[in-house]
């Protein structure tokens, strides 16, 4: 009986995959006003929903973006965003966006977005763009780039949970503005995550992981 009951489960699975999402689903309703209150009697996407009844019009609004990103730091860029965190109108919209500053030679690290696709516009400078496929099941072959160079009004798309980065190579300031497919995409950014995690990775994986030495290993953790 155990055994038909697990071959039913299977089929039941390989049935319902192609049904199977990653990406956020569709609402079953127009909006769900994220709100910080636990009382609420709706809780959707991670978010308790607002009573409708007392959304207004400041729920859907965000201002700011029209500012210049502070980009004195390492990388000498700054990402302003706007997800559901700081406009709770998007809740179950499946959708945020994001304004990108880069300073000359400033770069967006390599980084991704484990729940969306994103779709770049530049609107100053000049910017060297690129993603990076996943592992191809040929072991012999090795990860594929994409780039290409942006002046503005160029669009570039980045594929959802992919590798990508945007690097400044003007002697000027560059700006531009992202959409992504995601109330929340999360950003995974590889450096930060692999060097600087807390607790730190146990030098031994990392350095059997890039085949170097342990000394290299540790100047790297230093920077994070």
Same mark, same amino acid.
């Given at each position: 009986?155990?055994?038909?009951?697990?071959?039913?489960?299977?089929?039941?699975?390989?049935?319902?995959?192609?049904?199977?999402?990653?990406?956020?689903p569709?609402? /079953?309703?127009?909006?769900?006003?994220?709100?910080?209150?636990?009382?609420?009697?709706?809780?959707?996407n991670?978010?308790?929903?607002?009573?409708?009844?007392? @959304?207004?019009?400041?729920?859907?609004y965000?201002?700011?973006?029209?500012?210049?990103g *502070?980009?004195s730091?390492?990388?000498?860029?700054?990402?302003t965003? @706007? *997800?559901?965190? *700081?406009?709770?109108?998007?809740?179950?919209?499946g959708i945020?966006?994001?304004?990108?500053?880069?300073a000359?030679?400033?770069?967006?690290?390599?980084?991704?977005?484990?729940?969306?696709?994103?779709?770049?516009?530049?609107?100053?400078?000049? /910017?060297? @763009?690129?993603?990076?496929?996943?592992?191809?099941?040929n072991?012999? /072959?090795k990860?594929?780039?994409?780039?290409?160079?942006?002046?503005?009004?160029?669009?570039?798309?980045?594929?959802?949970?992919?590798?990508?980065?945007?690097?400044?190579?003007?002697?000027?300031n560059?700006?531009?503005?992202?959409?992504?497919?995601?109330?929340?995409?999360?950003?995974?950014?590889?450096?930060?995550?692999?060097?600087?995690?807390?607790?730190?990775?146990?030098?031994?994986?990392?350095?059997?992981?890039?085949? @170097?030495?342990?000394?290299?290993?540790?100047?790297?953790q230093?920077?994070?």
């Amino acid at each position: 009986m155990k055994i038909v009951f697990g071959f039913l489960a299977t089929i039941l699975i390989v049935s319902l995959a192609p049904f199977s999402y990653a990406s956020d689903p569709s609402p /079953l309703q127009y909006f769900c006003v994220a709100v910080d209150d636990s009382t609420a009697p709706v809780f959707v996407n991670g978010k308790f929903c607002k009573n409708p009844n007392m @959304v207004v019009a400041d729920d859907f609004y965000f201002s700011g973006l029209n500012k210049h990103g *502070n980009t004195s730091n390492a990388v000498r860029s700054r990402v302003t965003a @706007v *997800n559901v965190n *700081n406009l709770p109108g998007l809740n179950t919209l499946g959708i945020s966006a994001v304004r990108i500053d880069y300073a000359p030679y400033g770069l967006n690290p390599p980084h991704t977005h484990p729940r969306a696709t994103e779709i770049l516009v530049v609107l100053e400078g000049t /910017l060297y @763009v690129g993603f990076v496929t996943s592992n191809p099941a040929n072991p012999n /072959l090795k990860n594929k780039l994409f780039t290409k160079y942006l002046n503005p009004g160029d669009v570039f798309v980045f594929p959802e949970g992919l590798i990508h980065f945007q690097f400044n190579t003007g002697k000027t300031n560059a700006v531009a503005f992202a959409g992504l497919s995601s109330q929340n995409p999360g950003v995974i950014t590889i450096a930060n995550a692999v060097f600087g995690s807390d607790p730190s990775v146990n030098s031994d994986v990392l350095t059997k992981a890039f085949q @170097v030495e342990k000394k290299v290993i540790d100047q790297l953790q230093a920077q994070f």
